[in-house]
């Protein structure tokens, strides 16, 4: 076991020292009881070359040579990384500034990114771009404008592949037209407890919308933690489904008695602190419940509860096969860190 925490805290020490934090992670948000982050992510491909799973390896380095010429022509805010150790890719990968499955350094790759890692463009994963926008709270309208405006600046100096049918052409059938994809990140902890969850779940569905897990699209949903997402339709309709979940969120923390709110994220937060394994989804259901309560004022809880947020990014456990292994890697994670948020004054 103390192999174990010398192993996990030094790469996270390592990462901790030479990274910048997600915005979303660190700001002020609007409505960030209820919503950890906004985010506005659009797909292109360039006229021209095949899509990436189709080309050649020349045909990907001269997709990621463009790229680079448009992004220093337009002289974006970015800068580019093409290679990143483990560590720094399971923490972008948790913070959500790249896809669960973008590995830089193969098929040239490329990732480039913004001084505040709000913006991030991810090149050759499975389109030629991936642009996205990630701003903390209800914010879709501002991580529209961020991605708006790198996207106008783009397309003065690259050429993307449409048709005046169809619209944007990506490698996903799904996604032609648009090609853009709004994502709103909740913890509905009250709505799951009340049973309330999958039914507003089952009618967001019929309506187009998709309801995902902590990773986005491949994942699937665990507890509280959602992502809800759009492709079509106005983002009228889109805010007005987030803002209803919001409300119903509100509602349903409004009709549960403090002194009963206390008890149940008690009994969570014992049980994280004391289990020598932790599942991913146990994890994730005690922390809705933590974040609930340090959001409500609650004793005993990170009333800087953004804090939640941060250890989020660290739970899905990379660097073994074998689950238990994973599973005593976390626990001994989150008693770590909520021991120095205790130190710190911030539990």
């Given at each position: 076991?103390?192999?174990?925490?010398?192993?996990?805290?030094?790469?996270?020490?390592?990462?901790?020292?030479?990274?910048?934090?997600?915005?979303?992670?660190?700001?002020?948000a609007p409505e960030s009881d209820v919503v950890l982050s906004s985010r506005v992510r659009y797909a292109r491909n360039l006229r021209g070359f095949r899509f990436p799973h189709h080309s050649s390896p020349d045909g990907l380095r001269a997709v990621q040579r463009q790229?680079?010429?448009?992004?220093?022509?337009?002289?974006?805010?970015?800068?580019e990384l093409e290679r990143v150790n483990a560590p720094e890719r399971d923490?972008?990968?948790?913070?959500?500034?790249?896809?669960?499955?973008f590995v830089l350094g193969q098929q040239a790759r490329s990732l480039w990114l913004d001084s505040r890692r709000r913006l991030s463009l991810m090149v050759n994963e499975e389109d030629h771009?991936?642009?996205?926008?990630?701003?903390?709270?209800?914010?879709?309208?501002?991580?529209?404008?961020?991605?708006?405006?790198?996207?106008?600046?783009?397309?003065d100096h690259l050429e993307f592949a449409h048709h005046p049918e169809f619209g944007w052409l990506t490698a996903s059938p799904s996604n032609v037209g648009p090609a853009r994809r709004w994502s709103i990140f909740f913890n509905l902890a009250a709505l799951e407890h009340t049973g309330r969850l999958p039914g507003i779940i089952e009618a967001l569905e019929n309506s187009?919308?998709?309801v995902r897990g902590l990773f986005g699209e491949l994942s699937r949903r665990v507890g509280a933690f959602l992502q809800v997402s759009a492709i079509e339709g106005p983002a009228f309709d889109f805010?007005?489904?987030?803002?209803?979940?919001?409300?119903?969120?509100?509602?349903?923390?409004?009709?549960?008695p403090r002194f009963k709110l206390e008890q149940l994220a008690k009994e969570q937060r014992d049980l994280l602190l004391t289990s020598p394994e932790v599942t991913l989804a146990q994890s994730l259901t005690a922390l809705s419940w933590i974040r609930w309560a340090g959001a409500a004022g609650i004793a005993?809880?990170?009333?800087?509860?953004?804090?939640?947020?941060?250890?989020?990014?660290?739970?899905?456990?990379?660097g073994t096969t074998d689950a238990r292994v994973a599973d005593r890697h976390r626990a001994e994670y989150l008693r770590h860190q909520w021991t120095a948020a205790e130190t710190e004054g911030r539990a």
């Open positions: 076991m103390g192999t174990l925490r010398t192993d996990a805290e030094a790469w996270r020490e390592a990462v901790s020292r030479t990274w910048t934090p997600a915005a979303w992670l660190v700001q002020d790229v680079r010429r448009a992004v220093e022509q337009a002289e974006l805010p970015l800068s923490y972008m990968r948790g913070c959500r500034l790249i896809a669960p499955e771009i991936r642009l996205q926008a990630l701003t903390g709270g209800f914010s879709l309208n501002s991580a529209q404008r961020l991605a708006d405006e790198v996207l106008d600046r783009l397309e187009d919308m998709v805010n007005g489904a987030a803002k209803f979940l919001l409300q119903a969120e509100r509602e349903a923390r409004r009709d549960m005993g809880f990170p009333t800087a509860f953004r804090v939640v947020d941060q250890w989020m990014t660290h739970l899905d456990v990379a």
